[in-house]
């Protein structure tokens, strides 16, 4: 018939019927290209045996298509366009096809391939499938859009086995009007990896699959939003107009009678609709991304999956079942999990329990009521945990309850679905126990039960006296909150520690606790739930530290003295001689070195008063070291000779500052000691008039120091102070009753503020008398003038005896102020500057250091400037060769145009800043004023000149004139 047609026309008429003919032969084609529902691919690298004779860059895939059967393409189409990322792709076979139960027209199938790629790196596995199928209600004209889907892998060699998200439930969904959609897609990472889920827009490829493959760069699909794509819950006409969400238990809470909504959890992948409003096919998309733990704790993504699946909503008055999971859980590694699932039906309809997880074997799920009855139904879970399946991140098992409508409900069988979240935590250490090795601690423990793993770490933590930590099933590790310090970390296989806290020993009289728990490697990670608590006491007690109080305040004569207690051995010991002390001193509050003061052999002498000091301006730290079996010179050489090390301290150093809005003097103190200063108040001591110090008030203390404000003064006096803080170690053999005092600190008012003036260019005035200024070329040099006083009352009963002043400059109007001289003077004069626009601000400083706060701000500007002459002569006799002003202000840009009398641009540049050089007389284009071609003739030319002005407002003015070029 085709053929008879074509034949009939002839001359002009022959090419309409050609082009109906070929449009007939083409259209059954086009019809029949329209299959693809949805699909996803899966990747995993190397996983062959043996392992050393695996190949990190080799990735095994594994890709799933939903087609429409009755499609001529499905039938036609065995192969699929596989695009690997790296340039080259690959026509793959499907491996098995298979129609998917439940659902009328869907044909589930699977692919399976591989590729070695060249070098490490990130590449995006892609599928361009054509085309989608026809009916998708949610974009415009489905059939004539490509479908795509891509899997991120990572090939990095340092990853080791890496496996991508297995997703287990079909890309194909069912819902019904009115009635909240669930999907999950049963998401699972073997290696442990987390994982996230995330909205995306459907996919399509940029042009056909033949022109990928022929396009540069040819094989790189580049993937775009679907033409027309809305979420499903869109309220457009063509969509789902009308949707709002119905009742649900959540998550997401809804809004009953709001706009519908469409989401997707990211932790969990449960996405959700509420509520359809609209029959027909949908197709929505998300990714799951995999992202990997490094050994400091941060994540890196190494992997996506993008599953593009379709939803069919259809009417029904069936109603959704419900299910009931157990609440979220933690399990120790080789324990059984047990948990019962309920499902019921409104309908009275069969349920069909099922359930999905990566654990799925070797765990199981099995009808514990018969699914024949009507409207409910029981199943248990039940999974044999092991070392391998401990993890940071909980495993998801998802359980899904089905209906089975029966007649008389259009055959829509309505789902629920919950995620049990369970995570495997790590067996605890056992039978850890802690004794005496001489003057340190022996501990000891089980083999730990999950140090097959090679990579278990197993973390030693120490505490000072017992603790009253009690973790529960989920609590992994030590908090710090426990009081616990982690001292030491071993391999898993290990079985015991001798701790000699650092070389020093144990002190006498503490008792010393241990914990023990264990670190799972990444990717998965995880830890074990902490050991029972060991503990080992040791009698006798310490040589500690109790004074460091100063009893002189000077800058070259200050003393201090210090105190510390005897030790005494424990029962049944005593101490080698020779023995004695060795005290160290160093400035700052925490310092790291020390300095030898005095070395003593006599046990009785406990007491030592440093003197030549400058406790003024410092504050000193003195530590400890009781020795024996050695002689003082030898000490520090041989680590071993060291008994006991005290904990540093150091004297209380007391700061203090006028507070014009306190209205008093703010006095803060701090102190870093072995005792507890918290216990008791400190004493705040003040200079009467009489010139004796006298108790003023107290004020609470905390370990590290405390603060007072003295508001009984009066403005403009000077109060001198020092405070007294009183503590005690809080244990039975070690002193209390610690009296400690500051050094001596007055406090004077704060400078008064002062008030900032900048002598400022009169631009109006400039302006007015410009032809007459004379010669200012560009690069002149300004000066600008400040001069300032001080407010007496800024702030109230501030000092006006000022030491010298700071000067800050502002070069740009948002930049910081920056410190660029000082003086003792009131006035300042600021020279040799490329630009006069800067802004200033001063701050007085007292003889004791104090400072002011800073003055207002004070700006001098840069005035517009710019006076052109009418002539130069460019014949290189150096007098006026070149077109540039004869008066200019600093400016940032000025762009040239150059016309001869018929309106023809000769010339355009754009002149130096510092130069100015607008012109030389050349001609065509050309830059910083000088130009790339002939020159021009004699005559007049007109110019256009756009200037941006090197002003704080940044002025931008344009200048038209003419100029005589003459030779």
């Given amino acids: ?100 139960l439940g659902f009328v027209n869907v044909r589930r199938r699977t692919y399976f391939f591989e590729h070695i790629y060249n070098a490490p790196g990130t590449y995006d596995v892609s599928c361009v499938g054509e085309n989608r199928f026809s009916g998708v209600k949610n974009m415009a004209r489905p059939d004539q859009q490509t479908f795509y889907i891509y899997s991120k892998v990572t090939i990095d060699p340092l990853l080791g086995v890496n496996r991508s998200p297995v997703l287990s439930a079909p890309a194909i969904d069912l819902a019904a009007i009115q009635q909240v959609f669930l999907h999950n897609p049963a998401a699972s ?121 379709q939803i069919t909503v259809k009417a029904t008055a069936n109603l959704r079942p419900t299910v009931l999971v157990p609440l979220d859980t933690c399990v120790v590694a080789g324990d059984v999990v047990i948990g019962k699932i309920r499902a019921t039906d409104p309908n009275n309809d069969y349920i069909r329990l099922q359930a999905f997880g990566g654990m799925l074997p070797p765990a199981t799920f099995r009808k514990i009521r018969s699914q024949n009855r009507r409207g409910s139904a029981l199943g248990e879970f039940r999974w044999t945990t092991s070392c391998t399946d401990v993890a940071s991140e909980p495993k998801l098992v998802l359980f899904k309850a089905e209906d089975s409508t029966g007649t008389g409900q259009s055959q829509v069988p309505l789902i629920d679905e919950r995620v049990w979240r369970i995570t495997v935590v790590g067996p605890p250490p056992k039978n850890v126990r802690a004794q005496r090795s001489g003057n340190n601690v022996r501990l000891t423990w089980d083999l730990y039960g999950c140090q097959l793993n090679p990579n278990v770490t197993l973390h030693i933590y120490r505490k000072e006296g017992p603790s009253t930590f009690n973790p529960g099933p989920c609590d992994t590790g030590i908090p710090a909150s426990s009081g616990y310090v982690r001292i030491y970390s071993i391999r898993g296989d290990s079985l015991s520690y001798l701790d000699k806290r650092g070389g020093l020993g144990m002190e006498r009289g503490k008792t010393y606790c241990y914990r023990i728990y264990a670190e799972f490697p990444r990717p998965a990670g995880g830890a074990s739930i902490a050991s029972a608590e060991a503990c080992v006491a040791f009698d006798g007690r310490p040589a500690v530290l109790r004074n460091v109080t100063v009893d002189r305040t000077d800058a070259a004569n200050g003393q201090i003295t210090v105190r510390w207690t005897t030790p005494r051995p424990g029962t049944g010991s ?107 108040p400190a004493t705040i001591f003040r200079r009467d008039a009489a010139g004796n110090f006298v108790s ?124 660029i001289d000082s003086t003792q003077q009131t006035s300042y004069a600021n020279g040799n500057l490329a630009s006069a626009a800067r802004c200033y601000q001063v701050q007085a400083v007292s003889v004791n250091g104090q400072r002011s706060p800073l003055s207002n701000v004070a700006c001098n500007d840069n005035c517009p400037l710019f006076l052109l002459p009418n002539i130069f002569t460019p014949n290189g006799d150096g007098t006026n060769d070149k077109f540039m002003p004869k008066v200019a202000s600093p400016v940032q840009r000025a762009n040239v145009q150059i016309f001869n009398r018929w309106g023809v641009r000769v010339y355009e540049g754009q002149a130096n800043p510092a130069t100015l050089i607008l012109w030389d007389g050349g001609g065509v284009k050309g830059g910083e004023g000088l130009d790339s071609g002939s020159r021009v003739s004699d005559g007049l030319y007109y110019y256009l000149i756009e200037v941006d002005f090197a002003d704080l407002a940044k002025t931008h003015k344009t200048f038209k004139g003419w100029v005589e070029v003459t030779r």
């Fill in 574 to 680: 005593s101490f080698n001689a020779p023995l004695g002390y060795k005290l160290e001193r160093a400035q700052q509050t925490a310092p790291t070195s020390f300095r030898t003061v005095r070395v003593l052999s006599n046990l009785t002498d406990t007491v030592l008063v440093d003197s030549g000091l400058n406790t003024l301006d410092n504050t000193y730290t003195y530590r400890l070291t009781f020795f024996n079996k050695a002689t003082p010179q030898t000490l520090g050489s041989d680590t071993t000779t060291i008994r006991e090390v005290a904990q540093p301290a150091s004297s209380v150093r007391l700061r203090g500052q006028p507070d014009a809005t306190a209205l008093g003097n703010v006095l803060t103190w701090t102190h870093n000691v072995p005792w507890d200063n918290s216990l008791s």
């Fill in 1 to 100: 018939m085709l053929s008879s047609l074509l034949r009939r026309p002839t001359g002009p008429g022959l090419w309409p019927w050609l082009l109906m003919g070929l449009w007939l032969w083409l259209a059954p084609d086009v019809a029949q290209a329209t299959h693809i529902r949805a699909g996803d691919i899966q990747a995993k690298s190397d996983t062959t045996l043996p392992v050393a004779n695996r190949n990190s860059r080799r990735v095994f895939f594994r890709m799933t298509l939903y087609m429409d059967p009755t499609s001529q393409a499905t039938i036609q189409e065995t192969d699929q366009t596989i695009y690997f990322g790296d340039g080259t792709k690959a026509e793959v076979r499907f491996s098995r096809e298979a129609d998917l």
């Fill in 189 to 309: 990472d073997a290696d442990g990896d987390s994982l996230a889920f995330k909205l995306r827009v459907c996919q399509q490829a940029r042009g056909s699959v033949e022109q990928i493959n022929n396009t540069a760069p040819i094989n790189t699909p580049v993937p775009r939003p679907c033409d027309g794509y809305e979420y499903p819950n869109s309220q457009s006409p063509s969509v789902s107009p009308g949707g709002v969400q119905v009742a649900y238990a959540g998550p997401p809470v809804p809004t009953v009678g709001g706009p519908a909504t469409f989401d997707i959890d990211v932790r969990t992948g449960q996405l959700v609709w509420n509520s359809p409003s609209t029959v027909g096919d949908y197709n929505v998309a998300f990714v799951v991304e995999e992202w990997r733990r490094r050994a400091n704790g941060t994540r890196f993504l190494i992997g996506e999956v993008l599953r593009d699946m």
């Fill in 696 to 819: 003023l008030a107290t004020a609470p203390n905390t370990r590290t120091g405390g603060t007072y404000t003295d508001r009984a003064i009066q403005a403009g006096q000077t109060y001198c102070y020092y405070v007294s803080t009183l503590g005690g170690y809080n244990q039975p053999t070690l002193p209390d009753n610690l009296v400690n005092l500051s050094q001596e600190l007055c406090v004077q008012p704060s400078p008064c503020t002062p008030v900032l003036a900048v002598k400022v260019t009169n631009c109006d005035s400039l302006n007015a008398k410009l032809f007459n200024l004379g010669n200012i070329p560009p690069g002149t040099r300004y000066t600008n003038f400040l001069s300032w006083k001080l407010n007496p009352n800024s702030p109230p009963g501030c000092n006006t005896t000022v030491a010298y002043y700071r000067i800050f400059a502002q070069n740009e109007p948002e930049g910081p102020f920056v410190l």
